[in-house]
């Protein structure tokens, strides 16, 4: 039995290190929010402690006619997002409806879907909207990796968060094939960034000033989301895809990779799903080394993936260091969500300091559709330096 039962005498401490937590709103410069649009949401106070991890977008708007919106369905409004520190960009999430929603769907545990339903993510029910109006909150670290990993404070510096309007708002929701053939017409009336504001006590704010006028460069450390589309696969049963070549500090440490067949612009068709497209097999070469090192040796019309989906089931522990507790159980993996996740973190020495070229092995049992997308979202590191005496932002490379 542990000694500490004995210490009555210990002494109590509170931590009055920080005095407040508000949330301060940010409106975007412009206030048109059409499809194509660039919308710039700026925060120029540089006397301001924020919390960006924390920060979260709210969107307004108006449906006007019946639908149903899809799971995560206010990312697919949006083409892509970025983030800047002092002009200098810290962060990008390309296409953002598919590379958050197969971030999520391997993050986020059986738990997340109260939470997350005021986010707009729920896999196990859909929204509905009949001739009205919605509203969301959507967590900035539901978006970016930047706000999911650096959950420290930043301070002296100028925010941007800058987001390109989707050229279409087809793939945010379904209608059934009964009604009439019109366009889904969604319409966006307000944004707002809400980002929390840290107030210190004096001597905390004390103790940070004394940090910044050393000049020491302040390191911003994260894991970026990096998504690359193969628009139509040719058809065959074997597909070899070259990805990209990345830098030593750019290691890929897990990749995901998923398929979909005519469900892009199609308004029928649930783009936050994915298909399986009776995989057998998928392999990721860094250079001549190849993961995983056994074959996942499945057949989905079989109902045979077992390898696949405990791949899919240890992302978090891995990821995250906590316990397994995948949102899907098999059978809606299979139907929902058959992503092979594919864990490079582990990674030898003998890659040197030369690039690292990376490319995707595919087998099917059959050959694939000729109307079938492949993505592939690649989670590797990035390093950044900021001096907030001089306010310079500059990315560590090698």
Not at 78 to 90: M, S
Not at 198 to 219: A, Y
Not at 382 to 391: K, V
Request: with cysteine; proline share 4%; glycine share 4%.
């Amino acid at each position: 039995m542990s000694t500490s039962i004995l210490d009555i005498g210990e002494k109590v401490t509170f931590d009055d290190s920080i005095e407040s937590i508000e949330y301060h709103s940010y409106n975007p410069y412009n206030d048109s929010y059409k499809n194509n649009d660039v919308i710039n949401i700026c925060i120029n106070r540089q006397d301001l402690m924020v919390l960006p991890s924390q920060s979260q977008l709210l969107v307004e708007g108006t449906v006007n006619k019946e639908c149903t919106f899809i799971n995560n369905a206010i990312a697919y409004l949006f083409q892509d997002i970025r983030y800047e520190l002092n002009g200098v960009e810290i962060d990008r999430s390309k296409n953002c409806g598919v590379t958050s929603t197969m971030k999520g769907l391997v993050s986020y545990s059986k738990g997340c879907d109260n939470a997350m339903e005021n986010a707009g993510w729920n896999v196990g029910t859909i929204k509905e909207i009949t001739d009205g109006d919605f509203s969301f909150t959507i967590p900035l670290n539901h978006l970016l990796g930047f706000a999911e990993d650096y959950k420290k404070i930043i301070m002296n510096a100028k925010h941007e968060l800058i987001l390109n309007r989707a050229n279409t708002n087809i793939n945010c929701a379904t209608i059934t094939a009964t009604l009439p053939a019109k366009k889904i017409d969604v319409k966006i009336t307000r944004i707002v960034w809400r980002m929390p504001v840290i107030k210190v006590s004096d001597k905390e704010k004390l103790r940070l000033m004394t940090h910044i006028e050393s000049g020491i460069p302040i390191p911003i450390a994260f894991r970026t989301w990096d998504l690359y589309e193969y628009p139509m696969l040719p058809t065959a049963q074997k597909h070899v895809w070259t990805i990209k070549t990345a830098t030593q500090l750019e290691k890929p440490r897990f990749v995901i990779i998923g398929f979909q067949t005519l469900r892009k612009n199609v308004e029928t068709e649930n783009m936050s799903e994915f298909d399986h497209c009776n995989l057998a097999d998928c392999r990721v070469y860094l250079n001549s080394q190849y993961y995983p090192y056994t074959s996942f040796a499945a057949d989905f019309k079989k109902s045979s993936f077992p390898l696949l989906y405990d791949a899919y089931a240890s992302f978090q522990q891995a990821y995250y260091g906590s316990a397994n507790n995948p949102q899907l159980n098999p059978a809606h993996y299979k139907t929902k969500a058959p992503l092979v996740v594919i864990n490079t973190s582990r990674q030898c020495d003998s890659y040197g300091t030369g690039p690292i070229d990376i490319k995707v092995e595919m087998e099917f049992k059959e050959n694939v559709s000729g109307n079938t997308a492949a993505y592939c979202l690649i989670i590797n590191d990035s390093l950044f330096e900021y001096s907030a005496l001089n306010g310079t932002v500059r990315k560590v490379i090698q």
